[in-house]
Every structure is written in C-alpha cells, then in structure tokens.
C-alpha cells in the first residue's frame, strides 16, 4: 500500500516570497491532516479535512497561509507571504475516519525562509 | 484545551537496556493514543494506537500502556538496539485531531 505523499522535500526561499507544498494521502483516506513542526517542538495542527469540507482551520495564520482539498483527494498548502518563523517542517497526514483511528504521515517538506 | 507533556526530553542508554519513555495528558476524555518514531530528517513513523477501551498494546519490543484516569501512558522498548535511536512522539486523540508532546529523543550507545 502506498504511503502519504508530499513534495518537495525541501525548499529554501527569500522572506516575503510564495510557496506551495503538495500532498496526496492514501487511497479511500478521507481525513487529511497538515501539520507544523518547528525544530525541537512536537507537531502542531494547522488545518484538518474532511473529504472536501474544513474540521478544524483555528490555528491556520489565515493572513499568510492557505489550503485547499481537490476533490477530496489531494491537497495543497501555500504561504504567501513568507515570514522567517514559517521555517519549520510540514506534516501532512492522512487517516481512514474523522475521529480516533491511525493516522499515518507523509516524509514532510522542510521548508527554510531566509 | 489538550497539553501533552513527554518527560525526559532525552535519554541516552547503553545498548541491552530497557526503554521506558513517558507521556502524560492533561484531559482524559481521549478517544486513542498513538505512538510515533521520527528520525532526523523525516517523517513520523506510527508504532503502536492505543484504543481508549485498552490498557495496553504489544508489538515485538515494544509495549506500550494506557491509564486515562491518570492521563498517562508508557511506551515500553525491551532490550535497546542502536537502532532505536529516534525521536519518539506520543499523540493524543481527542474530538477530531492529534495533539502532540514535544518527544523524547534517545540515543542508545554501542
């Protein structure tokens, strides 16, 4: 079975530039997670899925960041723009049901503002 | 609102020794409990999701425990390998979300 995917790997940008990061969760998953996860921290929650619609967006920056669900399958998050605390990894998960049941992560985008 | 607390922040154990890694939550009404390996650089790893009706979950050297009127639990790793070493992370599953401790980072010495 093939896992949560998501590109790039890595992105380095200059402060005030755009970025989008991708993510496609595993086949039939209907919760798709993104999350945050500055350098020494756990992972924080920015914006949960469920197939198309928003559960949870309260601690997305909604000045700067975005996000958006195709179709209840893939997803992408974009920050425009830029600022250097935005420097962290980006999570993204997937999980078969809305409430209690495994979530499974993608190998994350570290993204670097400078 | 939910806080998770991982303590120690890091361990380093000579190799053959038994983990003990601990996690605690501060509300009790959880549906689940999942435990995460992350390794530098990469994504996290799910090990073992602890439903709210257990009290533990087994797989291979690990174990791990669940006690939701004290709002803890403990991830158990036997006989340490140098491959163990990882950030383990402990998230709790409440309403619709995880919610994450800082981890435990371990270091297991040849």
């Known amino acids: 079975e093939a896992g949560v995917a998501q590109s790039p790997r890595y992105k380095i940008i200059e402060k005030r530039q755009s970025v989008a990061f991708w993510c496609n969760p595993i086949?039939?998953?209907?919760?798709l997670y993104w999350y945050q996860q500055i350098l020494g921290q756990g992972p924080k929650l920015l914006i949960q899925?469920?197939?198309?619609?928003?559960?949870?967006d309260s601690q997305l920056p909604k000045d700067r960041f975005s996000a958006e669900r195709l179709k209840g399958v893939d997803s992408t998050l974009k920050i425009q723009p830029a600022k250097l605390e935005d420097s962290a990894v980006y999570l993204c998960?997937?999980?078969?049901?809305?409430?209690?049941?495994?979530?499974?992560f993608g190998q994350g985008t570290r993204l670097t503002v400078v | 609102k939910q806080e998770v607390t991982q303590i120690p922040a890091a361990l380093s154990v000579p190799e053959g020794e038994n983990l003990v890694l601990n996690c605690s939550f501060t509300?009790?009404?959880?549906?689940?409990l999942q435990w995460f390996r992350q390794d530098p650089g990469k994504g996290l790893t799910s090990l073992l999701l602890?439903?709210?009706?257990?009290r533990e979950q087994t797989s291979g050297r690990l174990n791990a425990s669940l006690d939701k009127s004290s709002g803890r639990s403990t991830l158990y790793i036997a006989a340490s390998q140098p491959g163990d070493s990882a950030t383990y992370l402990c998230?709790?599953?409440?309403?619709?979300?995880?919610?994450f401790g800082a981890g435990t980072t371990v270091t297991v010495r040849a």
């Open positions: 998960a997937s999980s078969l049901q809305e409430v209690g049941t495994e979530a499974f």
């Open positions: 899925f469920q197939n198309n619609g928003v559960v949870d």
């Open positions: 602890i439903q709210s009706s257990q």
């Open positions: 509300d009790s009404a959880i549906y689940n």
């Open positions: 998230a709790v599953i409440d309403d619709y979300k995880l919610s």
């Open positions: 086949s039939g998953h209907a919760t």
